[in-house]
């Protein structure tokens, strides 16, 4: 069964530095890989869905795929107060009983001005 | 722009009680799902519905029921609630493009059991 972990459980940024988080994953023939962000008392928020090796883009967010390491990352360029959130990986196996989104249990970002 | 809704947003009951959770999406997607959120932030999944079929029930308790009129709604039934059921409960749908689909997720129903 997939396994998600992601580290680290929290992290504190100050308003402008990058900010980087790191999920695994155990099932090497997962193919959708997604990070999401949850602010208190509100839903989940695609952030960026990446689904082969390398990097993908969207806005000030980056996810990078290595699925050879298992390991996919999300960057945060020029963060501000406003991305303190819950941030979420979650991965999605290609066959049986993986084939289904999985999600870490979540990094809990803060950004002080 | 919100296109999964969910009502109610809160709600708190007593043990053994039953509760009905309304989930509804307006982006035209087959496949809706109900997650559990636990208090540590961990979403698990419960259900997913696929053109009112059932095609993963992750072994849930049976007073856990889904239950959908049509392929926009897709509401949760929790019959005889306990205090492990209290939890956040999300509704989310989906849609494929190129064998890849990408879940949009409600704001959740935040459910709190005394």
């Known amino acids: 069964q997939q396994k998600v972990q992601q580290s680290p459980e929290s992290l504190t940024v100050s308003e402008g530095a990058m900010a980087s988080l790191n999920c695994t994953f155990s099932d090497g023939t997962s193919n959708n890989f997604r990070w999401y962000r949850q602010h208190s008392a509100k839903g989940l928020e695609v952030l960026v869905s990446i689904f082969s090796d390398g990097e993908k883009e969207e806005g000030r967010f980056t996810a990078h795929l290595n699925r050879a390491n298992l390991h996919v990352s999300l960057h945060i360029r020029e963060p501000q107060p406003s991305d303190s959130a819950v941030y979420l990986c979650a991965v999605k196996g290609a066959t049986g009983g993986n084939n289904k989104l999985t999600f870490g249990q979540g990094t809990v970002l803060s950004v002080i001005p | 722009e919100t296109a999964v809704f969910q009502t109610p947003n809160y709600h708190v009951t007593q043990v053994g009680n039953e509760v009905s959770f309304n989930c509804k999406q307006t982006?035209?997607?087959?496949?809706m799902y109900w997650y559990k959120q636990d208090s540590k932030k961990l979403l698990k999944i419960m259900f997913s519905y696929n053109n009112k079929q059932l095609i993963v029930n992750e072994t849930v308790p049976r007073r856990f029921s889904p239950q959908s009129s049509d392929k926009a709604h897709l509401n949760l039934r929790i019959k005889s609630v306990e205090p492990e059921d209290s939890a956040v409960y999300l509704c989310?749908?989906?849609?494929?493009?190129?064998?890849?689909?990408?879940?949009?997720f409600g704001p959740g129903t935040r459910l709190l059991v005394l």
């Open positions: 989310a749908s989906s849609y494929w493009v190129f064998n890849q689909d990408t879940q949009y």
């Open positions: 982006l035209g997607h087959d496949t």
